[in-house]
């Protein structure tokens, strides 16, 4: 994935600024999906404008842009939404961690584990709260989809929180009847 395909995802869903987009990076996108600064968002909207993927369709106060979507970056976006799953470069630190744990001492290891199922368990709680906000209020716009990113990210720290305990386990065998 890259910056541009996020972007052009959020002017597909509605017409924004700049600023705006990067306002979006700030809340659960950023959280959850794809981290950009306003430092990457700018340049990035120019050159998607220059290979006409995007155009300025309202220019406002303090040379404020309005971006929209053109038809060639709704047929960029599709092409790699319809994409097959699993083309992109893996860059996950988290998984990277996993892979080195074994690097540590057991006792440490279950420390870092038990680190990661207080995480999630703090993602499960945060995104359940959320999750119940927006069956409360209906969304529109860019938040409409929200949920079922809402739901992914719910499931996906339930499956880490209940592997990270299969985990601990699995040290905790290894180390012998008196670890703990």
Same mark, same amino acid.
């Given at each position: 994935?890259?910056?541009?395909?996020?972007?052009?995802?959020?002017?597909?869903?509605?017409?924004?600024?700049?600023?705006?987009?990067?306002?979006?990076?700030?809340?659960?996108?950023?959280?959850?999906?794809?981290?950009?600064?306003?430092?990457? @968002?700018?340049?990035?909207?120019?050159?998607?404008?220059? #290979?006409?993927? @995007?155009?300025?369709?309202?220019?406002? *106060?303090?040379?404020?842009?309005?971006?929209?979507?053109?038809?060639?970056?709704? /047929?960029?976006?599709?092409?790699?939404?319809? *994409?097959?799953?699993? #083309?992109? @470069?893996?860059?996950? /630190?988290?998984?990277?961690?996993?892979?080195?744990?074994? *690097?540590?001492?057991?006792?440490?290891?279950?420390?870092?584990?038990?680190?990661?199922?207080?995480?999630?368990?703090?993602?499960?709680?945060?995104?359940?709260?959320?999750?119940? /906000?927006?069956?409360?209020?209906?969304?529109?716009?860019?938040?409409?989809?929200?949920?079922?990113?809402?739901?992914?990210?719910?499931?996906?720290?339930?499956?880490?929180?209940?592997?990270?305990?299969?985990?601990?386990?699995? @040290?905790?065998?290894?180390?012998?009847?008196?670890?703990?």
């Amino acid at each position: 994935m890259s910056l541009s395909h996020a972007l052009l995802g959020l002017l597909a869903i509605e017409p924004a600024s700049g600023y705006e987009l990067s306002k979006e990076f700030e809340r659960d996108l950023g959280r959850y999906a794809w981290q950009a600064g306003h430092t990457s @968002v700018y340049p990035e909207l120019i050159r998607m404008a220059e #290979q006409g993927l @995007v155009e300025v369709t309202h220019e406002g *106060a303090r040379r404020s842009r309005t971006y929209a979507v053109t038809d060639k970056g709704r /047929e960029e976006l599709r092409e790699w939404l319809l *994409a097959p799953w699993g #083309q992109g @470069v893996v860059r996950n /630190e988290q998984v990277l961690r996993l892979f080195l744990l074994e *690097a540590l001492e057991p006792d440490e290891t279950v420390t870092a584990l038990r680190g990661l199922v207080e995480h999630a368990e703090g993602r499960i709680s945060e995104l359940r709260r959320l999750r119940e /906000e927006q069956d409360a209020e209906p969304r529109q716009g860019r938040d409409t989809l929200g949920q079922l990113a809402a739901e992914y990210g719910l499931r996906q720290y339930q499956a880490t929180h209940d592997w990270a305990l299969w985990a601990i386990e699995h @040290v905790n065998k290894r180390q012998g009847p008196d670890s703990a």
